[in-house]
C-alpha cells in the first residue's frame, strides 16, 4: 500500500484495487465501492480539477461565459439601436416603422416556406422580432442583459467588499466589538429587503441608482456572516499566533493573512448572490421604481412583454429565457464550487 | 426551556421594536411638509403644527403613533385611498393575500415533500431525474413569469380560469395565482427534502439501523425523515414570509387586492403614501420576525440537541 502512495496522480488514478483471486469475492453493488489512492496535489489546483469535472458547473460557466459574450457583443451584431424605432420610407415615400414583428430571417423562411415575405420589410432580419413601438429585441434583449449584468456585478462585488471586511473585522477582534457588531447584523438582517426598498423609494427617485442602493443595503450581510464564520475558524491556528508573535499588525493579520485563506466559501456566497442581485433589478424594474427608459434590462423588458402579451406573445419569451439561464448558470457555478472547494468523501 | 422562549420573544419585540423606530424617523425626516404653504401665513402653519403635535420630540411622536397603532389606528391614507382608515383597507388586503398565500404554502409544502421524498427514495432513477429538473427550473423561474404564462395559456388562449382575480369566485380565481406562487416553495422544499435525505441515508445510524434489519416505512419515516425535516424547517421560514407577503407582482398581475398590492402601489402608484408605507413597513417587519421566531422554537420541538443545549445554557 505505502508504494502506491507515491505513484504519479495519472497512474493512480487507474490504480483502484483489483481483486485477485485469493481474495475475498467482491459484492457487485454500485453503493459500495472500492478505495483508490491518489498523489497530493496543490489545493487550488485540486479545486479547479474538482470543479471542471463537474458537468453541471461546466455548463453553468458555459451558459454565462456566452450570455455575457453576446450581452457585450450582441447589440453591436446589427444596425438597429436598443432606444431607436426601426423605420424608412418605403417605395411611395411613406414612412414605415416596424412595429410588432414577430422573428423572422427572411433566408430561412424562404428555405423552408419557400415564398418570400410580402411587406415591406421583406428583406430586414429581425431575430426576436420587434416590440410594440418597433425596436429590435434582439439588441434591446442583450443590451438589458448588460444593464442587468453590471449591475449585478457591480453592487456585489461592493458588498463582497464591505461584508468581508465587516464580518472579518468582527470574527477577529470578538469580545464586546464582535458583540455590538452581531446585533447590528441581527437587526439589519430582521429587515424584510421590501420595506429597505419601500422606504428608499421614498427617499430616492426611481432609476438604476435606487436598485444599487438596495442591493447594496441587504446583499452584505451573507457575506459578513460567512467571513466571519471563517474567521472564528482561522484565527486560531498556529501560523496566526507566529505572525502575531513575529510582530504583525492585526490589519496585516486580517487582510494579509488570513483573508487569503476565507476567499472560496465568500466566491461561491458570491455566486449565490449574483443571481439574487439579478431577480431583486428584474423585480423591481417590473415594478416600475427600476431601470428608466430609454435603458432597459431584464425586468423592464419582461414587463413590456407582459404589457402586450396579448397581441405580440413572442415578445416575453427573450428576456425571459435570459433571466432563467442566468440563474441556472450563476446557481450550478456555485454549486459546482461548493463542491469543488469542500469536496465529500463520496464525491472523490 | 420558559426562560429560553421568553428571551427569544423578548429579543424579538426588541428588534421590532428599533425597526419600527427607524422607518418612524426616516418617514418624519423625509422631505415635505403637510401644509401647502402658498394657502397658509406662517403663524397659521405653525399653529396647526402645534395642534397636530409635530412639534413634539420625535420619541414622544413616535410614542403616540405605537400607542395608536397598538389600538389598530394606522392613521389615514393620504394620496392613495385619500382619507380612507389604513386599518379597513389594509385588513381586507391581509385577508386576500392570507388566503392565496397559505394555499400556495399548503400545496407547495405537501408536493414538495413528496417529490422529494420519492426522488430520495429512487436515487439516481428517472425520478430523480424529473425531480431535480423540475426544482431547477422553479427556482430558476420567478412565480410571476409563471403567473403570466399560466394566464396568458388558461385564462387567455384556453379561456377556462378568469383573467383577473375575482372575490366572487374566490376558490376558482385562486387556482392560477396559488399555483404560481407555490411553485418556487415546491421546487426549493423538494431539492431540500432530497438532499437532505440522501445525506440522513448514508448516516452511520440509518445504516446502523439498517443493518439490525430495519426496512420499509418505519425507516424512511421514523429514523429519516424526521432527521431530514429539520433543516427544511428552517428554509421553508422565509418561504412563508415571502409567500404571505411577497407575492406583490403576482398580486399587481392577477389584479387581487393584497398587501403586495397595496405596497407595490405604496410604492410607485399616484406618489407615494407614507403613511402606507410605515404601515406595510410594521406589518412586514412584524411578520417576518414573527415567522423568524417561530421557526426558532419550532426548531427546539424539532431537535432535541438544541433543547438540551439551550437547557444547559440557563444553567
Not at chain 1, 416575453?316 to 457555478?333: C, E, H, K, S, W
Not at chain 2, 426551556?1 to 428599533?18: D, N, S
Not at chain 2, 408605507?277 to 417561530?294: D, E, N, T
Request: proline share 4%; hydrophobic share 50%.
Amino acid at each position: 500500500m505505502a508504494k502506491k502512495n507515491i505513484q504519479p496522480a495519472a497512474a493512480a488514478a487507474q490504480s483502484v484495487y483489483t481483486p485477485v483471486p485469493g481474495d475475498f469475492e467482491l459484492l457487485h453493488r454500485r453503493d459500495i465501492r472500492t478505495d483508490a489512492n491518489f498523489a497530493s496535489q496543490s489545493y487550488w489546483k485540486g479545486v479547479f480539477t474538482h470543479f471542471f469535472k463537474n458537468k453541471r458547473a461546466v455548463v453553468g460557466l458555459i451558459i454565462i461565459t456566452v450570455i455575457i459574450l453576446l450581452a457585450l457583443f450582441g447589440p453591436i451584431m446589427n444596425s438597429y439601436d436598443y432606444k431607436d424605432i426601426v423605420q424608412f420610407r418605403n417605395e411611395k415615400n411613406k414612412r414605415v416603422v416596424a412595429k410588432g414583428i414577430a422573428p423572422r430571417i427572411p433566408g430561412l423562411h424562404k428555405l423552408l416556406t419557400g415564398e418570400e415575405y410580402d411587406d415591406s420589410f421583406k428583406d430586414l432580419t429581425f431575430l426576436f422580432g420587434t416590440d410594440d413601438l418597433g425596436r429590435d429585441l434582439w439588441t434591446r434583449t442583450w443590451y438589458g442583459a448588460r444593464v442587468s449584468l453590471a449591475i449585478a456585478f457591480i453592487t456585489i462585488f461592493i458588498d463582497m467588499i464591505i461584508g468581508m471586511s465587516y464580518g472579518l473585522i468582527s470574527g477577529y477582534f470578538g469580545g464586546l466589538a464582535d458583540n455590538i457588531m452581531q446585533r447590528f447584523v441581527e437587526i439589519a438582517n430582521s429587515v424584510p429587503r421590501l420595506v429597505i426598498v419601500s422606504v428608499l423609494a421614498i427617499f430616492m427617485p426611481k432609476g438604476m441608482a435606487l436598485v444599487v442602493v438596495a442591493l447594496l443595503l441587504t446583499e452584505w450581510i451573507g457575506m459578513s456572516k460567512i467571513a466571519r464564520a471563517e474567521m472564528l475558524k482561522i484565527k486560531e491556528q498556529e501560523y496566526v499566533l507566529a505572525s502575531r508573535t513575529l510582530g504583525a499588525r492585526n490589519s496585516h493579520i486580517i487582510f494579509r493573512e488570513i483573508l487569503p485563506n476565507t476567499i472560496g466559501p465568500i466566491i461561491t456566497q458570491v455566486m449565490f448572490s449574483i443571481p439574487t442581485a439579478i431577480f431583486t433589478e428584474a423585480f423591481l424594474s417590473f415594478v416600475g421604481v427600476g431601470i428608466v427608459l430609454p435603458h432597459c434590462s431584464v425586468g423592464t423588458l419582461i414587463e413590456d412583454g407582459f404589457n402586450n402579451i396579448t397581441t405580440l406573445p413572442y415578445q416575453i419569451l427573450p428576456p425571459i429565457i435570459v433571466l432563467a439561464l442566468l440563474m441556472l448558470g450563476f446557481n450550478f457555478i456555485g454549486d459546482g464550487l461548493r463542491e469543488a472547494l469542500a469536496p465529500k468523501l463520496e464525491d472523490m | 426551556m420558559l426562560k429560553y422562549v421568553l428571551k427569544r420573544v423578548g429579543l424579538a419585540l426588541i428588534t421590532l421594536l428599533i425597526i419600527v423606530f427607524l422607518l418612524f424617523w426616516l418617514v418624519r425626516v423625509m422631505p415635505g411638509n403637510p401644509f401647502p404653504s402658498e394657502r397658509m401665513n406662517d403663524i397659521q402653519i405653525a399653529n396647526k403644527r402645534a395642534e397636530m403635535g409635530l412639534d413634539d420630540p420625535v420619541l414622544v411622536q413616535f410614542a403616540r403613533y405605537i400607542i395608536k397603532a397598538l389600538q389598530g389606528d394606522f392613521g389615514n391614507g393620504t394620496s392613495l385611498y385619500y382619507g380612507v382608515p389604513i386599518n379597513t383597507v389594509l385588513s381586507k388586503a391581509i385577508g386576500n393575500s392570507f388566503r392565496i398565500g397559505g394555499i400556495a404554502i399548503v400545496i407547495g409544502t405537501l408536493i414538495g415533500l413528496l417529490l422529494g421524498i420519492t426522488a430520495a427514495l429512487n436515487r439516481g432513477k428517472f425520478l430523480d431525474g424529473f425531480c431535480t429538473v423540475f426544482s431547477i427550473i422553479g427556482v430558476c423561474v420567478p412565480s410571476y413569469v409563471f403567473l403570466i404564462f399560466l394566464q396568458y395559456n388558461f385564462a387567455f388562449r384556453i379561456p377556462f380560469f378568469p383573467y383577473f382575480f375575482d372575490p366572487n369566485r374566490f376558490v376558482f380565481s385562486s387556482v392560477l395565482p396559488s399555483l404560481s406562487l407555490s411553485l418556487f416553495t415546491m421546487s426549493t422544499i423538494a431539492r431540500f427534502t432530497r438532499n437532505e435525505m440522501v445525506e440522513v441515508f448514508d448516516s452511520d445510524y440509518v445504516r446502523l439501523a439498517e443493518s439490525k434489519g430495519m426496512y420499509g416505512r418505519t425507516l424512511v419515516l421514523r429514523h429519516v425523515l424526521r432527521n431530514a425535516l429539520i433543516p427544511i424547517v428552517t428554509v421553508l421560514a422565509p418561504l412563508v414570509v415571502d409567500l404571505l407577503t411577497g407575492a406583490l407582482v403576482v398580486e399587481k398581475i392577477y389584479g387581487i387586492n393584497g398587501i403586495g398590492k397595496l405596497m407595490v402601489d405604496a410604492i410607485t402608484g399616484e406618489g407615494i403614501d407614507y403613511n402606507y408605507v410605515l404601515a406595510l413597513g410594521i406589518l412586514y417587519s412584524a411578520l417576518y420576525i414573527g415567522v423568524m421566531l417561530a421557526v426558532d422554537l419550532l426548531y427546539g420541538v424539532l431537535d432535541p440537541r438544541i433543547r438540551v443545549a439551550a437547557k444547559g445554557e440557563e444553567a
